[in-house]
């Protein structure tokens, strides 16, 4: 059997010449006359060694990075297909702190497998979870996701085995299993990871939700922002309806499931999940009062589990493990692993998965290395735009979902973005308005036109202008969003707009222009 | 000739509704197969599309206004997205779409006279861990900085 020379073909790689390494690798084995070939895999998750190389030895695999094309001849000078040594070997990545430290269920085959090959992941793990779940009664799923304590990543945290409960024991003809995977929370990377290093976990976990729920139709919406994500996913769902995993009966059970994909538009308020319907359905993506709920009426009216792509790609391993080993993970009651990735002006950044409870600290410091830059920390946001700024002195945050919210902060998505002390939190407010601005769906006032007056008022804060009153006005704003709007999107980002004027005050007094010097 | 034009592209047109129209929910992707077809959603498409769902047009145009993906107007020939999300702010994002405009002398959702280069913000292109980032087409660029930016601008204007 030809040796595998592994070249991820996840966007951290591909943005970073991966495609033209792959290639120049398969000219040297083709001109050095080698059995070699060449695996596109996802990625580890460690963002910083990326484009990472692997290549499989009798000892197990070597790691290379971050590799560029005019690495290669040299790599191979030094003996790659033995693991040779060379000044970017990284020896055995499963060795390296970053990974080692990880508990990774949910992304146990990410940047391992070949995620195009069915083989590869059954060899790994797959299709378990499945198999337990066709020989159970549905109700006996939806207890083994109960029991897990799942909650929903994408944000709200909502318990995944309620909802597949309230799906589940809905009268319909038509119920649906949607993958919320428009992951547009800036610092957030895990569902798309997933797409292109994984994507038959996503796949698994659907049609496990779908025989849970009695439901036989899926989508997943992509956001339009991940074109390499919609190529795998699309090639991947091909392949599972062609070895009859997807359609009419589900590996050669009575089961039907069948997923496609969809693609989104640009437009931040679709990963809401009623403005996420709306879209799938072909209107403007406007949130939808509730209730009713979606798992009542969804799409097209009939009864949907909506769930983000991770709470999705979780249910795999809990039916394979069953859901107490789940729950053994974790704290409190956020049970379970979490998918962190770590982001922005960051030395080690990338995705780490592990059981809730690290803390803020532990997370940039231990694992993030601090800065790139390698100045000073000066201030972390946790959960996307509408995530709130984290000084230095709240690092002892543990991460879970009710520590968070005791601080005036939210999980959100696990993302988690690093800035140092060149940041400027007024600055970074009015980002928060003005995308606020942007993506308003425009049903509330509080929201479309809040958020506009927001960026005016900033504005004269900045220009020095009635600081004092305009603060307070912003204060006010805020108050005026969080209680008069409808979702989280007017909702909370008075989180990133407050936590910065609390917690950096001084960046939003008037500056002081510095006097010339004599 | 002008009528010739006009039909080749009603043509196209109808083909793209006619391929999609049948899915549930299809106007989503109907507007990005029109939108893969002529870089953008022409005016003439949406009676068509209206017509083939059973929507009036102004439901049509609603969808299409709503999504900040859908362009009314042809973009030049290459589209430089660059991110303006936080964790590209926090590598220096907002410093080089700056630097960007200044060198192709137009803002975001502007083109350049010699129609090479539309300029387009975006939020969040998953490379977050290796910010800035930014797309030029289909082609995700991590790690984005000046003299990746030269060499892309170089490299297309000459
Ligand atoms: C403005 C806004 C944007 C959101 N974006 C996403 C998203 O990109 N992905 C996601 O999974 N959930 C997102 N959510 C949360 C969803 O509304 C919903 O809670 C989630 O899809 C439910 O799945 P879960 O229970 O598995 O988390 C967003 C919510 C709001 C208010
Ligand atoms: S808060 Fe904003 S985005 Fe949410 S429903 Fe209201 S207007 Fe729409
Ligand atoms: S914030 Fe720029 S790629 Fe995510």
């Known amino acids: 059997?030809?040796?595998?020379?592994?070249?991820?073909?996840?966007?951290?790689?591909?943005?970073?010449?991966?495609?033209?390494?792959?290639?120049?690798?398969?000219?040297?084995?083709?001109?050095?006359?080698?059995?070699?070939?060449?695996v596109r895999n996802g990625s580890r998750g460690m963002a910083w060694l990326e484009p990472m190389v692997e290549v499989e030895t009798a000892g197990g695999r070597i790691a290379y990075g971050p590799v560029t094309p005019?690495?290669?001849?040299?790599?191979?000078?030094?003996?790659?297909?033995?693991?040779?040594?060379?000044?970017?070997?990284?020896?055995?990545?499963?060795?390296?702190?970053?990974l080692?430290?990880?508990?990774?269920?949910?992304?146990?085959?990410?940047?391992?497998?070949?995620?195009?090959?069915?083989e590869d992941y059954e060899a790994h793990g797959g299709l378990a979870g499945l198999r337990n779940a066709l020989a159970m009664p549905p109700l006996e799923i939806v207890k083994q996701v109960t029991e897990s304590g799942l909650r929903g990543r994408g944000g709200a945290g909502f318990p995944t085995g309620i909802k597949w409960q309230t799906v589940h024991?809905?009268?319909?003809?038509?119920?649906?299993?949607?993958?919320?995977?428009?992951?547009?929370?800036?610092?957030?990377?895990?569902?798309?990871?997933?797409?292109?290093?994984?994507?038959?976990?996503?796949?698994?976990?659907?049609?496990?939700?779908?025989?849970?729920?009695?439901?036989?139709?899926?989508?997943?919406?992509?956001?339009?922002?991940?074109?390499?994500?919609?190529?795998?996913?699309?090639?991947?769902?091909?392949?599972?309806?062609?070895?009859?995993?997807?359609?009419?009966?589900?590996?050669?059970?009575?089961?039907?499931?069948?997923?496609?994909?969809?693609?989104?538009?640009?437009?931040?308020?679709?990963?809401?999940?009623?403005?996420?319907?709306?879209?799938?359905?072909?209107?403007?993506?406007?949130?939808?009062?509730?209730?009713?709920?979606?798992?009542?009426?969804?799409?097209?009216?009939?009864?949907?589990?909506?769930?983000?792509?991770?709470?999705?790609?979780?249910?795999?391993?809990?039916?394979?493990?069953?859901?107490?080993y789940y729950r053994d993970f974790g704290m409190g009651r956020s049970r379970g692993t979490i998918p962190i990735q770590i982001a922005g002006n960051v030395r080690y950044g990338g995705l780490f998965e592990a059981a809730f409870g690290l803390t803020l600290g532990e997370i940039v410091n231990d694992i993030g290395g601090g800065t790139a830059t390698g100045r000073p920390i000066k201030a972390v946001q946790v959960g996307g735009p509408l995530g709130a700024y984290f000084p230095e002195k709240l690092f002892d945050t543990q991460f879970d979902y009710e520590?968070?919210?005791?601080?005036?902060?939210?999980?959100?998505?696990?993302?988690?973005?690093?800035?140092?002390?060149?940041?400027?939190?007024?600055?970074?407010?009015?980002?928060?308005?003005?995308?606020?601005?942007?993506?308003?769906?425009?049903?509330?006032?509080?929201?479309?036109?809040?958020?506009?007056?927001?960026?005016?008022?900033?504005?004269?804060?900045?220009?020095?202008?009635?600081?004092?009153?305009?603060?307070?006005?912003?204060?006010?704003?805020?108050?005026?969003?969080?209680?008069?709007?409808?979702?989280?999107?007017?909702?909370?980002?008075?989180y990133p707009v407050m936590s910065a004027l609390t917690h950096f005050p001084d960046d939003f007094r008037p500056q002081v222009l510095p006097v010339a010097a004599e | 000739m002008m009528q010739a034009a006009g039909t080749e592209v009603m043509q196209r047109i109808t083909d793209v509704v006619d391929a999609l129209k049948e899915k549930d929910g299809a106007l989503l992707p109907i507007l990005h197969g029109i939108q893969d077809e002529f870089g953008y959603v022409p005016d003439e498409s949406v009676p068509v599309i209206a017509d083939a769902l059973n929507l009036s047009r102004a439901d049509v145009h609603g969808v299409v206004t709503f999504y900040h993906d859908y362009r009314k107007h042809p973009a030049g020939r290459h589209v430089l997205k660059i991110c303006r999300?936080?964790?590209?702010?926090?590598?220096?994002?907002?410093?080089?779409?700056?630097?960007?405009?200044?060198?192709?002398?137009?803002?975001?959702?502007?083109?350049?006279?010699?129609?090479?280069?539309?300029?387009?913000?975006?939020?969040?292109?998953?490379?977050?861990?290796?910010?800035?980032?930014?797309?030029?087409?289909?082609?995700?660029?991590?790690?984005?900085?000046?003299?990746?930016?030269a060499e892309i601008v170089k490299e297309i204007r000459s």
């Open chain 1, 70 to 98: 005019a690495d290669v001849a040299s790599l191979f000078a030094a003996g790659l297909l033995e693991g040779g040594d060379h000044p970017l070997s990284l020896g055995d990545p499963e060795q390296i702190p970053f």
């Open chain 1, 169 to 324: 024991d809905a009268k319909a003809t038509q119920k649906y299993i949607v993958c919320n995977a428009d992951e547009g929370d800036s610092g957030t990377f895990a569902d798309r990871m997933i797409m292109e290093g994984d994507p038959f976990v996503l796949i698994e976990g659907m049609i496990i939700a779908g025989i849970a729920t009695g439901a036989t139709h899926g989508y997943v919406y992509i956001r339009s922002e991940y074109p390499e994500a919609i190529k795998v996913m699309e090639e991947a769902i091909g392949i599972a309806r062609h070895a009859g995993l997807l359609g009419w009966n589900v590996l050669g059970s009575p089961n039907l499931f069948d997923m496609e994909v969809r693609v989104g538009a640009g437009a931040y308020v679709c990963g809401e999940e009623t403005a996420l319907l709306n879209s799938l359905e072909g209107k403007r993506g406007v949130v939808r009062a509730k209730p009713p709920l979606p798992a009542i009426e969804g799409l097209f009216g009939k009864p949907t589990v909506i769930n983000n792509l991770i709470s999705l790609a979780s249910v795999p391993i809990i039916l394979d493990k069953g859901g107490a």
């Open chain 1, 403 to 494: 520590a968070f919210t005791a601080v005036g902060g939210l999980i959100g998505h696990a993302g988690i973005v690093v800035f140092d002390d060149t940041a400027d939190m007024l600055h970074m407010a009015r980002f928060a308005m003005e995308f606020c601005a942007i993506e308003s769906c425009g049903k509330c006032t509080p929201c479309r036109i809040g958020s506009t007056r927001g960026v005016e008022v900033l504005d004269k804060v900045r220009a020095g202008i009635e600081p004092e009153r305009n603060l307070a006005l912003v204060t006010d704003l805020c108050n005026t969003m969080k209680f008069g709007s409808l979702c989280a999107l007017g909702g909370f980002t008075p």
């Open chain 2, 85 to 149: 999300a936080e964790a590209c702010q926090a590598l220096g994002g907002q410093a080089l779409a700056e630097r960007a405009m200044a060198l192709l002398g137009i803002g975001f959702h502007e083109t350049t006279t010699d129609n090479a280069f539309t300029l387009e913000p975006t939020f969040c292109l998953g490379l977050c861990a290796c910010a800035p980032a930014a797309m030029l087409d289909n082609q995700l660029i991590a790690r984005f900085d000046e003299t990746k930016l």
């Open chain 1, 1 to 38: 059997m030809s040796q595998r020379i592994y070249v991820p073909r996840d966007s951290f790689a591909l943005a970073l010449g991966a495609d033209k390494i792959a290639a120049v690798i398969q000219n040297e084995i083709a001109a050095r006359g080698l059995d070699a070939l060449v």
């Open chain 1, 100 to 118: 080692k430290r990880q508990q990774r269920l949910t992304f146990a085959r990410c940047g391992i497998i070949d995620p195009l090959s069915l």
